[in-house]
């Protein structure tokens, strides 16, 4: 299985940048996700990692080191709209799981 | 086309209720997920099936049964369920392991336990 870590909040201010971090354990990686989520909506995929290095897209870029099990999305240009919760989420090779991390809460402020 | 849809988007139903939720893609993808979300907290597996079959079940109870009828439908099927049950049911659609792609969610069916 997995063991997902990333921060339960942060906050920024409006037209700064964010940078989310998360850590994870796998017995087999097979990918690794970014979800946004607002409030009593369905999770919007942002992201996906499976090899290292950075993939951007627009003011959303995510990164992964697979040899240190660490990943981070970087939000640029924040809008008040970003506000929401950011989930990374890690596929396991071998089955079909995709297991979340906890979320990490964005607030941005004006 | 990187739709998930469900239906239906609200669902209120006793706890004598028998009920269907229903998940369709037209993504070629052959491994569907269910999850169970509830407020504030990340989404929790409860089943996986890939090329229609079930490949994981998170030892949900019985009163929840899943159905594959093909590889677009995934179906949630409910029966007496508690109140504690309340909360967004979430279908997701990926490839399988191999074929490293996105794995999309639908919408989510939001169900309220009476």
């Known amino acids: 299985g997995q063991n997902i870590d990333q921060p339960t909040e942060m906050t920024a201010t409006e037209g700064a940048i964010v940078q989310i971090n998360c850590t994870y354990q796998?017995?087999?990686?097979?990918?690794l996700f970014w979800y946004q989520q607002h409030a009593g909506e369905a999770p919007t995929f942002l992201s996906y990692n499976v090899l290292d290095g950075l993939e951007e897209k627009g003011r959303f870029s995510s990164f992964l080191s697979r040899s240190k099990g660490y990943s981070y999305l970087l939000l640029k240009e924040l809008q008040m709209k970003d506000s929401a919760s950011y989930l990374c989420a890690v596929r396991d090779r071998g089955d079909y799981k995709l297991s979340f991390g906890a979320g990490t809460t964005v607030t941005v402020r004006a | 086309d990187t739709e998930v849809t469900q239906t239906p988007k609200h669902l209120v139903m006793g706890m004598t209720n028998k009920k269907s939720l229903k998940c369709e893609q037209h993504?070629?993808?052959?491994?569907m997920y269910w999850y169970k979300q509830k407020a504030k907290k990340p989404p929790e597996l409860m089943f996986v099936?890939?090329?229609?079959?079930?490949?994981i079940n998170e030892s949900v109870p019985s009163r929840f049964s899943p159905e594959c009828p093909n590889s677009s439908l995934l179906n949630l099927h409910l029966h007496a369920l508690q109140p504690e049950d309340s909360a967004l049911y979430l279908c997701?659609?990926?490839?399988?392991?191999?074929?490293?792609?996105?794995?999309?969610f639908g919408q989510g069916t939001r169900l309220t336990v009476v």
């Open positions: 993504m070629g993808h052959r491994a």
């Open positions: 099936y890939s090329y229609e079959k079930l490949s």
């Open positions: 997701a659609s990926s490839q399988p392991p191999g074929q490293e792609t996105e794995a999309f």
């Open positions: 796998t017995s087999g990686f097979n990918g």
